[in-house]
């Protein structure tokens, strides 16, 4: 059972920063892709980032230059920096891990962001 555990959430003012962090409880050199969704109220959930075991990187169109990931294999962690938030930045993000031995993808509880004056 592979556990990913998200931190670093929180209440910000728009044009603010947080940093989100993923811990998982196995190698990330198990993984073959790892990332962040992230749901609003009311909306679906959507992909924000997604990084591949070779550290191939992706993000929505709404991030771009805003958002950073990043990874310490060291560690087995993920982390997300998020600059310059917006209110519709509001949403629970969640990390997501696909193993490279099974394909299956597990996921965090969350972590909520909030984005307001």
């Known amino acids: 059972q592979v556990q990913l555990v998200e931190s670093g959430g929180g209440l910000v003012q728009p044009g603010g920063s947080l940093r989100l962090s993923c811990a998982t409880s196995?190698?990330?050199?198990?993984?073959?892709?790892m990332g962040w969704y992230r749901q609003a109220p009311g909306k679906q959930r959507e992909l924000v980032t997604t990084?591949?075991?070779?550290?191939?990187?992706t993000y929505a169109d709404s991030v771009k230059g805003r958002f950073t990931s990043s990874r310490d294999s060291a560690k087995n962690t993920v982390s997300l920096q998020m600059n310059n938030l917006k209110p519709e930045d509001t949403a629970v993000y969640y990390c997501?891990?696909?193993?490279?031995?099974?394909?299956?993808?597990?996921w965090g509880e969350g972590t909520l962001v909030t984005v307001s004056s």
């Open positions: 997501y891990a696909r193993l490279i031995s099974t394909e299956e993808d597990y």
């Open positions: 196995i190698s990330i050199l198990g993984i073959s892709r």
């Open positions: 990084m591949t075991r070779f550290g191939i990187t």
